[in-house]
């Protein structure tokens, strides 16, 4: 146990140390990029992704994952579009839309949980799903994206401000981070995920209903989508349907940066922050010094190999 604490703790002070190490070499090249307004913009950027990858990470403790973030987090936007502007009011859109996230959360997990389906080929399946039902719902409205008509309080969700400084995105990255940190360790899922991970089948033994567990992570991780969803295209103002694109492999990159076990047992939400803050560092830099968008996804392709082949490496370490 001593020597697995001893690992996680050098882990996270490499990580420190590589942001760190960003942050002053993207000072260096830009000087736009440390100051006030950069970091804030760089923290509502990486807020999605650290709500979406807290419970992703868990998740990844129990050895699965869900590559349908992104898409269910352009389906919710989009949805949410859709019913504002032709069906029905804000408040009862949004929690309309955040239900049927969860739902694809929890086709997943029936899926992978009761269904025994690989979660690779589940969650590519539900991938492709949702965001083929993201275009329709635009093709529904006529057109190939939801912005004229949207009602005028439409974005106000999306762009409140708690105390009139801090927006609504970041206290609930604040409040998921801390209920998750709480979960992984005080809680009874997040002890049976990390008996899954390290061995689902003395899990099953031990009387653990794995098929269960699954099912409730997978959709919490639907919801979380969903909500990010919701309060992205409130706050833009729009909605599009190829919106998150790419968000899946975000997160994953976040994770496993984070210290996470593509075998599952392993794995923390105070990582996983440390990850998404190199993955957000990384991108908020290379658009300052404008790098070609096709050079920047040869980045994130590059991280997430080394971050993957260390896995192994460290394991047997």
């Given at each position: ?16 140390s590589?942001?760190?190490a ?41 050895g ?61 399946g539900s ?14 409205d006529?057109?190939?994206n ?11 969700f ?13 206290i ?25 991970g ?57 994770i ?6 593509m ?16 993955v957000?560092l ?6 300052l ?29």
């Amino acid at each position: 146990m001593l020597k697995f604490l001893r690992r996680f703790d050098q882990q996270k002070l490499v990580l420190v140390s590589v942001i760190l190490a960003i942050t002053l070499v993207m000072s260096i090249l830009s000087t736009k990029f440390f100051n006030i307004e950069n970091l804030v913009n760089i923290l509502l950027q990486i807020a999605p992704l650290i709500i979406v990858a807290a419970a992703a990470n868990l998740l990844m403790v129990t050895g699965n994952f869900d590559l349908s973030v992104g898409s269910v987090f352009a389906f919710t936007a989009i949805l949410h579009a859709y019913l504002t502007k032709n069906v029905m009011p804000i408040p009862m859109s949004i929690l309309a839309s955040c239900a049927l996230a969860t739902l694809w959360g929890a086709i997943n997990g029936f899926m992978v949980g009761r269904l025994k389906v690989n979660p690779f080929i589940a969650t590519m399946g539900s991938m492709y799903a949702a965001r083929g039902f993201a275009y329709l719902i635009a093709r529904w409205d006529g057109g190939a994206n939801i912005s004229a008509g949207l009602p005028p309080d439409f974005s106000e969700f999306g762009r409140a401000n708690i105390f009139g400084i801090i927006p609504i995105i970041i206290i609930f990255m604040i409040v998921i981070v801390a209920a998750f940190i709480f979960i992984e360790k005080k809680t009874v899922i997040g002890r049976y995920s990390y008996a899954i991970g390290c061995n689902k089948s003395a899990a099953k033994l031990s009387g653990i209903d794995v098929p269960k567990v699954l099912m409730i992570i997978y959709m919490i991780v639907g919801f979380l989508a969903g909500l990010c969803g919701v309060i992205q295209v409130s706050r833009v103002g729009s909605a599009y349907p190829n919106i998150g694109t790419g968000m899946e492999f975000d997160v994953l990159l976040a994770i496993y940066l984070g210290g996470a076990s593509m075998y599952g047992g392993e794995g923390s939400t105070s990582g996983m922050i440390l990850g998404a803050f190199i993955v957000g560092l990384v991108a908020n830099g290379l658009n300052l010094l404008n790098v070609p968008y096709f050079y920047q996804e040869v980045t994130k392709g590059v991280l997430l190999i080394i971050a993957v082949s260390a896995d192994p490496m460290l394991r047997s370490r």
